[in-house]
């Protein structure tokens, strides 16, 4: 078990033994007041230039991962920015199969639809805006 330390933030594997007895004799509750879980670090993903998910691996900056989540592309699990980039697509779909937001006076929150050359793909509207988040 893995325990960091409140006051000086050191990292420091335990041994757990018969239950409630850790290394070197000291219990679990001796440790309640000094230690805290470790949450282990997570590898969150993103969607890179080429339109594909993508792992932060390395180093990367506070500020660089503030960036990721203001533009929306910082995703917790791998399945969420998978999610992302069908969702990217089927923006892209709809908007060249002529989906527009009217965007003229009092209209700005209605949805028209001319169809274009594509046409219109209900799967992709439903993906969108199907309310599932």
């Keep these: 078990m893995k325990l960091k330390n409140k006051i000086s933030g050191e990292i420091k594997e335990f041994a757990?033994?018969?239950?409630?007895?850790?290394?070197?004799?000291?219990?679990?509750?001796?440790?309640m007041n000094e230690w805290e879980d470790v949450e282990e670090p997570k590898n969150p993903y993103f969607i890179n230039w080429f339109g594909e998910v993508s792992e932060l691996l390395g180093y990367i900056s506070d500020r660089e991962i503030e960036k990721l989540k203001?533009?929306?592309?910082?995703?917790?699990?791998?399945?969420?920015?998978?999610?992302?980039?069908?969702?990217?697509?089927?923006?892209?779909?709809?908007?060249?199969?002529?989906?527009?937001?009217?965007?003229?006076?009092?209209?700005?929150?209605?949805i028209k639809f001319d169809y274009g050359p594509a046409g219109y793909n209900n799967q992709d509207f439903n993906l969108l805006f199907g309310g599932e988040e």
């Design 70 to 110: 203001e533009a929306g592309n910082y995703f917790e699990t791998k399945e969420e920015a998978e999610k992302a980039v069908e969702k990217l697509k089927a923006w892209k779909r709809l908007k060249d199969g002529g989906f527009v937001f009217c965007g003229k006076g009092d209209c700005l929150d209605t």
């Design 16 to 31: 757990l033994f018969d239950g409630n007895e850790l290394q070197g004799g000291a219990t679990l509750e001796s440790l």
